[in-house]
């Protein structure tokens, strides 16, 4: 059966983007292999994640300007916990911004974080009936 394996992320650098995405969030890096001068090809994952992202450097005037912005102001993306608390709360502690307080909602229990570059992310514990 088919699976998304991957989807990217625009970036404004490749370094940047491993410093918070491995560094703060303690995400694996599945590969770092550079292209050319300018272009590598950079996968990460949570920890036994199987999707990866792809950080992909923009270039370009049109890619520069979707950066934060690929999904309109909207959160685009779901980082799924079987314990909310905790992952809060380690993430709080590394310096993750929460642009809101923990709320329980009918598909389970979720805070909205920003990646340093302006991508909204939902934190999100899913309910016994709802899984994502």
């Known amino acids: 059966m088919p ?3 991957a989807f990217a992320l625009v970036v404004p650098d490749y370094d940047l983007a491993l410093d918070f ?13 550079r292209l050319s001068v300018t272009k590598r ?15 992909a450097k923009a270039d370009g005037d049109l ?16 980082l799924s916990t079987d314990d909310f608390a905790r992952e809060h709360a380690r993430m709080i502690q ?3 911004h929460f642009c809101e307080k923990p ?3 009918i598909y ?16 999100l514990q899913p309910s016994s009936d709802n899984p994502i």
């Open 63 to 78: 890619q520069s300007a979707a950066i934060g912005q690929q999904t309109g102001g909207r959160v685009g993306f779901f």
């Open 41 to 55: 090809w950079v996968l990460v994952a949570p920890p036994g994640g199987q999707c990866r992202i792809l950080l």
């Open 108 to 123: 389970g229990i979720v805070a909205v974080w920003q990646d340093p570059f302006g991508n909204r992310w939902d934190l």
């Open 103 to 105: 709320r329980r909602e």
């Open 94 to 96: 590394a310096g993750v």
């Open 21 to 33: 995405y491995h560094g703060v969030l303690g995400w694996d890096v599945i590969t770092d292999k």
């Open 3 to 5: 699976h998304i394996a």
